[in-house]
């Protein structure tokens, strides 16, 4: 039996976290030196993008302390169940055949707040990614907590030498400046290419009378990476009607709309789907059976279902 290989050439083995990655094509991950700059807007939007035109997509939502992307795909009130047969976690499955896994979907409430030390949540994200059954997929993004510190460096880390690239988020201010700069130091310490810089909130278009107006100031993004060498991918403005859709899960049917907001974002797809034309047109592996399922929630036995 053959097994696979990752970039460090060590082997993958069985139960690891590469492990669980392998049919996965192509890894981006998402990254914000701050939290609050769209982060997970701009994870969740990549992965709409590519499932748009026809990829087989999945998003980890990594974020524990704040997990955002169940809600703006619509999913929030869904539960994740397990393959009585692996005991594998079995994603949630949004829009457009999306699989999602967030720790949001383990939470009893909306409002329930995740306060666990450094360890615990180094465990729980290690689990995640080791034990979800995510199959076969073209795309994976993974959305890091915000900052460079322990919960993103743990995931990071784990996924090192799996990971694709990094899509860097930022906001348009000067203070970000040098946050943008220690993402783009963290993502290469750990050998991740960076894939690019997102600037959101670039600008807001006047209803009124149709200005443009760069409220955080003009083009820093495009800036920084210019100086740290790195590719701009583009600007995101503020959008209400995005944040609309963003609140009420309709984050999809927002980009189905041709609106200068949603060009914008699909130009980062695009940027993205280009830079890594080769990995996705990669052969996919043989397909898989369909899991019979148990709901994470309830123990063995209390609640089964069949096919889904
Ligand atoms: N370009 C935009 N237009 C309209 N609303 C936006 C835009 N960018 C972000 N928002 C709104 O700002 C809020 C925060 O966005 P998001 O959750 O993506 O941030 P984040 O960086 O992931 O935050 P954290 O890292 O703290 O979890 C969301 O409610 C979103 O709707």
Redesign the pocket.
């Known amino acids: 039996m053959s097994v696979k290989v990752n970039i460090r050439g060590q082997a993958a083995a069985p139960g690891s976290l590469a492990h669980a990655l392998k049919d996965v094509k192509l890894k981006l991950v998402t990254i914000?030196g701050?939290?609050?700059?769209?982060?997970?807007?701009?994870?969740?939007s990549i992965a709409v993008g590519f499932a748009m035109r026809g990829y087989k997509v999945g998003i980890l939502d990594g974020?524990v302390?704040?997990p955002?992307i169940p809600k703006?795909l619509g999913v929030s009130d869904s539960t994740l169940y397990v393959d009585q047969k692996t005991g594998k976690i079995i994603p949630v499955v949004g829009p457009l055949g999306i699989k999602v896994v967030s720790i949001e979907f383990a939470l009893p409430s909306d409002d329930t707040a995740v306060i666990w030390r450094a360890p615990l949540v180094n465990q729980a994200l290690r689990d995640f990614i080791a034990q979800v059954e995510w199959g076969s997929l073209d795309v994976l993004v993974v959305?890091l907590?915000?900052g460079t510190g322990d919960a993103p460096l743990t995931i990071a880390q784990s996924l090192q030498g799996g990971l694709d690239g990094s899509v860097i988020?930022t906001i348009p201010t000067e203070i970000s400046r040098r946050i943008v700069l220690k993402s783009i130091d963290f993502s290469r310490k750990l050998n991740i290419r960076v894939a690019g810089v997102v600037e959101?909130?670039c600008c807001f278009k006047c209803p009124d009378n149709g200005k443009v107006y760069y409220i955080f100031g003009r083009d820093a993004g495009k800036k920084i990476a210019e100086a740290a060498g790195v590719p701009f991918l583009g600007g995101?403005?503020?959008?209400?009607e995005?944040?609309q859709h963003?609140?009420t899960g309709r984050l999809h049917e927002f980009l189905a709309k041709n609106n200068e907001?949603a060009k914008a974002v699909l130009s980062i797809v695009n940027a993205l789907e280009e830079m890594y034309k080769d990995k996705l047109s990669q052969q996919p592996p043989p397909k898989e059976e369909k899991p019979k399922r148990i709901s994470l929630l309830k123990l063995p036995g209390e609640e089964e279902e069949g096919e889904s």
């Open positions: 914000s701050k939290g609050g700059v769209g982060k997970s807007l701009v994870t969740a974020d302390y704040g955002t703006m959305d907590p915000p988020v959101n909130m995101i403005p503020i959008d209400p995005f944040s963003l609140d907001t």
